[in-house]
């Protein structure tokens, strides 16, 4: 728990790079990419939780299979339950990504008919 901590904080990365003597013109570049790093970082979150940009895959954990019985086998409803919100999610999706191509002036002569 310690150690993820202080991974997370960077406390380790200081340790090694205070061993030997930094100059400061290297420790001025080093912070200013440290620095763009972190703003793009953070504007390609930004994209992705707007949806501008496809979120990136991440690493693919094996599913534990359950052991014993019930739990043996998934019922065969359960992945069309997956594919029917999916279906659902792109629909949504595609409802807002046209809401927002579209004028107000169109949307009231939509709802008035």
């Not at 690493?59 to 052991?67: A, E, G, I, L, N």
């Amino acid at each position: 728990m310690l150690k993820k901590r202080m991974q997370c904080e960077g406390v380790f990365r200081e340790m090694k790079r205070r061993r030997f003597y930094e100059k400061s013109s290297e420790k001025a570049t080093r912070e200013r990419g440290e620095a763009i790093r972190r703003a793009n970082k953070l504007a390609r979150k930004k994209a992705q939780r707007e949806g501008l940009i496809a979120a990136r895959k991440g690493k693919k954990v094996p599913r534990r299979r359950p052991t014993g019985w019930p739990h043996s086998r998934a019922p065969a409803d359960l992945h069309a339950c997956r594919d029917a919100e999916l279906d659902a999610l792109i629909v949504i999706r595609a409802m807002d990504v046209a809401m927002r191509n579209v004028t107000p002036n169109a949307l009231q002569d939509v709802f008035r008919t």
